[in-house]
């Protein structure tokens, strides 16, 4: 019998546990999210300003989008708290 290949869901679930599970992995996506957050807030603050002021459903959306980033970059940044706290107490 062959093999069955490896779905997608299985090779995205060995890619984020390589990122997870790795310091300078997840410092290095952390620092990606963060760039790229700070990129959207300042498109949004300067580049899309005008458009976005026009209709309070593109600025409740946008900003939502936004802030959903910010949760998700504090939860990123708190599970590599814990992350570093497991590995400094497994190494004592």
């Not at 997870?20 to 999210?33: A, E, K, Q």
């Not at 300042?42 to 989008?65: M, T």
Request: charged residues 25%.
């Amino acid at each position: 019998m062959s093999k069955k290949p490896a779905s997608r869901w299985s090779e995205n679930k060995g890619l984020a546990r390589a990122i997870l599970h790795d310091r300078v992995m997840r410092r290095r996506m952390m620092s990606y999210f963060l760039l790229s957050m700070m990129a959207f807030f300042a498109f949004g603050l300067w580049g899309i300003n005008e458009w976005l002021s026009k209709d309070p459903w593109r600025f409740l959306i946008y900003w939502a989008v936004c802030g959903a980033q910010a949760v998700f970059l504090v939860m990123f940044a708190v599970f590599d708290a814990c992350a570093v706290i497991k590995e400094e107490r497994d190494r004592m």
